[in-house]
């Protein structure tokens, strides 16, 4: 045995001489001497270094998708969660997109349902529960239990008229009157027109619309939340559109346009 660990530790001391000549002349170029110890300690150290590159490629760079690790099942799941949430993006996106065209729409003046305009037709008489006296369902039932706030006491001078598109019921008062929110609801809609002045639109609960007019000044932003009867604005006269202080009120369903004198006492 010991026998066996002394050519051992012979073989790993012998030296030998690596030369590197020339072919024409065979002149040495390079001479290095090697002992089999300290070849397999760069070799040794070799393999580390590349292993070590290797694994800091894989680690920190993209190649680390070129190899079917266990890591590629993690990556497959979030590719999928990304997926999900890229589709529900696009989904309140077209959300936001539709909501932004029937508020545009508003804006405007345009009373439509499903893109179309509606026809001035007279409306139907209604009867407590909600239906008309043909049998017929309303176009918009309101339940009695959902009331609504008067935004502002005062006299009526314009009323709501399909026929000349004013889709509002106008009402008369001082300057710098309080206008109040007829629901709660969610602004959406608080900056100036050019037609309307300082404009407010509140989105309230099963799918009305509240706007708010030729204000002198807006008391809330969008994004905020209020609850009937809650101070959003002051009366004034802004806006192309208007020729004394009053407040332009707007109710809306669905974008269809409501005669607010029906559902409100001015």
Same mark, same amino acid.
């Given at each position: 045995?010991?026998?066996?660990?002394?050519?051992?530790?012979?073989?790993?001391?012998?030296?030998?001489? =690596?030369?590197?000549?020339?072919?024409?002349?065979?002149?040495?170029?390079?001479?290095?001497?090697?002992?089999?110890?300290?070849?397999? =300690?760069? @070799?040794?150290? =070799?393999?580390?270094?590349?292993?070590?590159?290797?694994?800091?490629?894989?680690?920190?760079?993209?190649?680390?998708?070129?190899?079917?690790?266990?890591?590629?099942?993690?990556?497959?799941?979030?590719? =999928? /969660?990304?997926?999900?949430?890229?589709?529900?993006?696009?989904? @309140?996106?077209?959300?936001?997109?539709?909501?932004?065209?029937?508020?545009?729409?508003?804006?405007?003046?345009?009373?439509?349902?499903?893109?179309?305009?509606?026809?001035?037709?007279?409306?139907?008489? /209604?009867?407590?529960?909600?239906?008309?006296?043909?049998?017929?369902?309303?176009?918009?039932?309101?339940?009695?239990?959902?009331?609504?706030?008067?935004?502002?006491?005062?006299?009526?001078?314009?009323?709501?008229?399909?026929?000349?598109?004013?889709?509002?019921?106008?009402?008369?008062?001082?300057?710098?009157?309080?206008?109040?929110?007829? /629901?709660?609801?969610? *602004?959406?809609?608080?900056?100036?027109?050019?037609?309307?002045?300082?404009?407010?639109?509140?989105? $309230?609960?099963?799918?009305?619309?509240? *706007?708010?007019? $030729?204000?002198?000044?807006?008391?809330?932003?969008?994004?905020?939340?209020?609850?009937?009867?809650?101070?959003?604005? @002051?009366?004034?006269?802004?806006?192309?559109?208007?020729?004394?202080? $009053?407040? $332009?009120?707007?109710?809306?369903?669905?974008?269809?346009?409501?005669?607010?004198?029906?559902?409100?006492?001015?």
């Amino acid at each position: 045995m010991s026998s066996m660990r002394k050519k051992i530790s012979t073989k790993f001391k012998n030296r030998y001489r =690596l030369i590197i000549r020339t072919d024409e002349d065979l002149e040495a170029r390079v001479s290095i001497v090697l002992t089999p110890l300290n070849t397999l =300690l760069v @070799l040794s150290a =070799l393999i580390a270094l590349f292993g070590t590159v290797v694994i800091l490629l894989l680690s920190y760079t993209p190649m680390s998708n070129i190899l079917p690790t266990t890591a590629d099942h993690f990556t497959h799941k979030e590719r =999928l /969660q990304l997926i999900r949430r890229v589709d529900s993006l696009e989904t @309140l996106s077209r959300q936001r997109d539709f909501q932004a065209q029937r508020l545009s729409e508003i804006l405007k003046g345009v009373s439509t349902e499903d893109g179309v305009e509606v026809a001035a037709t007279p409306a139907a008489p /209604q009867e407590s529960n909600g239906t008309s006296t043909s049998g017929k369902a309303s176009l918009n039932p309101i339940k009695a239990s959902y009331t609504f706030y008067p935004p502002l006491k005062g006299t009526i001078s314009d009323t709501f008229n399909m026929e000349r598109k004013h889709f509002a019921v106008d009402i008369a008062a001082k300057r710098k009157d309080v206008v109040k929110a007829c /629901q709660k609801g969610t *602004v959406i809609f608080s900056a100036w027109n050019p037609e309307s002045g300082y404009t407010m639109v509140i989105q $309230h609960p099963n799918d009305f619309l509240s *706007v708010y007019k $030729h204000n002198a000044v807006l008391l809330k932003k969008e994004g905020n939340f209020v609850n009937a009867g809650d101070a959003i604005a @002051l009366v004034g006269s802004t806006g192309e559109l208007s020729s004394g202080p $009053h407040l $332009h009120f707007e109710l809306w369903n669905k974008g269809i346009a409501l005669n607010p004198s029906k559902y409100i006492s001015f």
